[in-house]
């Protein structure tokens, strides 16, 4: 049996935070973003942001470390399916060939994770690469009703779709870094 590790934050104000809020970079200061198109992008952004933290201070092998057998998902395996997905979104709303996947087939994104440094590296890399270029994409298409793509996606949905995922994602994240060294808060 493995030892659990204690249960810890960094948040001195409020103890179920990650941290406190001077010192949260998802903490903004004033009103809320104007309109439905920014307050998605605010959304995403912070969500984007929450991934970040969630893996800061961890090494290679922390990254890499999987959650609970048979489950092949680490954060470092998720900073790969989020860069995959971002790549992913970009064929939902061109009419061009898809392009290629990052990683391989199928959950190789998870499956080929290893303890590497320069893994890690990539996996940044690729993501941040990836982000860029979906925010690109569809900055051309303020229109949230616009449709896009071969399906006739509409860009509402799709950023919506970007929130969720992101969201659904850092849940995973905050049970893997608990599970790694026992930092928690939201």
Request: charged residues 30%.
């Amino acid at each position: 049996m493995t030892e659990r590790p204690a249960r810890w934050t960094r948040a001195t104000i409020y103890p179920d935070m990650w941290a406190d809020p001077a010192d949260d970079p998802r903490n903004s200061e004033g009103p809320s973003p104007d309109g439905e198109l920014a307050t998605l992008q605010d959304f995403l952004t912070n969500y984007r942001m929450t991934l970040r933290m969630k893996c800061e201070g961890l090494d290679a092998e922390q990254l890499a470390r999987r959650s609970v057998p048979p489950s092949t998902m680490s954060l470092l395996g998720l900073v790969r399916h989020l860069a995959e997905t971002e790549r992913d979104w970009r064929n939902w709303i061109s009419v061009d060939d898809p392009l290629p996947k990052l990683y391989g087939e199928r959950d190789a994104d998870f499956d080929g994770v290893r303890a590497e440094q320069a893994q890690v590296d990539a996996a940044y890399a690729d993501l941040a690469r990836e982000q860029a270029a979906t925010d690109a994409a569809l900055a051309e298409h303020p229109d949230l009703g616009e449709l896009l793509g071969r399906d006739g996606i509409a860009v509402r949905e799709l950023l919506v779709h970007r929130v969720e995922e992101y969201a659904r994602h850092c849940g995973h994240a905050d049970l893997l870094r608990e599970c790694i060294d026992g930092r928690v808060g939201q």
